[in-house]
């Protein structure tokens, strides 16, 4: 029923705030577990001071440094089912010989981050993340199945205000034409809305959607998010996720998870290695049952 709710509140804003879905204790585990990369994380680069900020930190490659991310976020339900509904994708009529096939290709996994927010950071652009898949959608009235490439789940980690730079989003603006410009704060600020939450509060969003960190005006507070997009199954990752993670680190996942983050393969013949599933070469000694590639 939640993610039924979270796909309706999606197809109309681009965006979802889901209250309370971790435990603080689940909360806790994570940070415990990331908490030491970040300490040993330099400031991002300064050249890149446009897109992220010099005062942010962001730790990449999550599965094989937090299992309790990987288990808990990555591999949500909740976000899994909606994910299906938008990123799932169904080819009919593909003919072998006389026979007319169907394949259907399921999403995986795109990225993985922690973004540390500092006092003192700027706002970021506003951007759409689909951009990196040359989404080019077009304008309309209301939302169909097939125009989107790319989901999104942000988790707080601590609490995200407008104070601290809780991202800025535009309702609505992934219906509008990939060629439309986002609008300006300044002069239209009636058009945003922001993703303020509490520690455990769950952000939803469509990579159509135009958005951007707001800046951490506090003297003292780190905005602290989990956060995981998955993607079409047959488009590239766009966190190469093979080289990102160790590889005995993704071994311990359960297998489900592991094809969900690109070591299974992709419906019809997309991603297999030496004509099997890569999960079968990652774990040798496990029953994974015959590659089916239709």
């Not at 109309?12 to 705030?17: K, L, M, Q, R, Y």
């Not at 990102?244 to 094809?259: D, M």
């Not at 070591?263 to 991603?271: N, Q, V, W």
């Amino acid at each position: 029923l939640l993610a039924n709710i979270s796909a309706v509140s999606l197809k109309v804003s681009g965006g979802c705030i889901v209250r309370g879905m971790y435990r603080q204790q689940t909360l806790d585990s994570i940070e415990d577990e990331i908490r030491p990369y970040i300490e040993a994380t330099r400031n991002a680069d300064s050249k890149c001071e446009d897109f992220v900020p010099s005062s942010t930190k962001m730790i990449t490659g999550l599965l094989s440094k937090s299992r309790t991310y990987a288990l808990s976020v990555a591999n949500n339900k909740i976000w899994h089912r909606v994910c299906e509904h938008f990123l799932k994708s169904k080819l009919s009529n593909s003919w072998y010989g006389d026979e007319a096939r169907t394949s259907v290709s399921l999403p995986q996994l795109s990225t993985t981050v922690a973004f540390s927010v500092g006092p003192g950071t700027k706002a970021q652009g506003l951007h759409r993340d689909d951009d990196i898949y040359h989404t080019q959608h077009l304008a309309s009235a209301k939302h169909h199945l097939g125009r989107d490439t790319m989901l999104c789940l942000f988790v707080a980690g601590k609490k995200c205000t407008k104070q601290n730079g809780a991202t800025r989003i535009v309702p609505g603006s992934h219906l509008w034409d990939f060629t439309s410009p986002p609008p300006s704060y300044e002069t239209s600020p009636e058009k945003f809305s922001r993703a303020e939450m509490s520690p455990g509060d769950a952000f939803l969003m469509l990579g159509g959607v135009y958005h951007g960190a707001g800046s951490n005006i506090t003297r003292d507070e780190e905005r602290l998010v989990y956060a995981a997009c998955a993607t079409r199954g047959y488009l590239r990752q766009e966190q190469n996720q093979y080289l990102a993670n160790g590889l005995n680190k993704i071994r311990e996942l359960p297998l489900a998870l592991q094809r969900f983050a690109g070591f299974g393969a992709s419906k019809p013949y997309m991603g297999w290695v030496d004509m099997e599933e890569p999960v079968k070469i990652m774990n040798p000694e496990v029953e994974v049952g015959e590659p089916e590639f239709w």
